[in-house]
Every structure is written in C-alpha cells, then in structure tokens.
C-alpha cells in the first residue's frame, strides 16, 4: 500500500509479505521520479534465499542488506514502523 503526500511529493510504503522482494526496485523507480521514499521496515517480510555461489541467506540478512542498500544509497529512508505513525500525527 502506498500513499502520495501531493505537498511534498512523498511515498510511504508498506508491501505486503508477498510483494517484500520488489521493495528495492520500487524505491529505486520511485525515487528516480524525484519523490522522497520511505519504507518502514518492520512492516515488510522476506524469505531466506540463494546467493551467488550457493550461499544461502537468511531473510534476516536479506531484509538488512536490502535496507542497508536503500538507506545507503539514497534510495529510500528507512525507518521504524513508529516513525512513521508518529508523523502522521
């Protein structure tokens, strides 16, 4: 679920489980159209999954290593759920 803050052309996510993979690549086509993004990472899910050379990962390090990508690289501010109820006032 998202939702357009038309003042200052903000997008707040929430993916449902299903749809976690694809938070990366949403925040990144988003943030290419000039909008500021933020995605409040404990309400998004991962599954473990199969890197390179057939290290296997835990959605723990998938779900980080994700954030830490958006955050780091400017994609996105992540944040705590509370964060993101406390500003909505």
Same mark, same amino acid.
């Given at each position: 679920m998202a939702r357009r803050d038309a003042k200052c052309r903000r997008?707040?996510?929430s993916l449902p489980k299903p749809? &976690? +993979?694809a938070t990366s690549g949403i925040g990144r086509s988003?943030?290419?159209r000039r909008y500021d993004v933020v995605v409040a990472y404990d309400a998004t899910h991962t599954f473990d999954l199969e890197g390179p050379?057939? &290290? +296997?990962r835990?959605?723990?390090e998938v779900?980080?290593?994700?954030?830490?990508?958006?955050h780091g690289g400017g994609f996105a501010r992540v944040v705590a759920?509370?964060?993101v109820v406390d500003a909505a006032g």
């Open positions: 997008i707040v996510t749809a &976690r +993979r988003v943030r290419s050379f057939g &290290r +296997r835990s959605a723990d779900a980080q290593a994700s954030a830490v990508s958006l759920t509370k964060e």
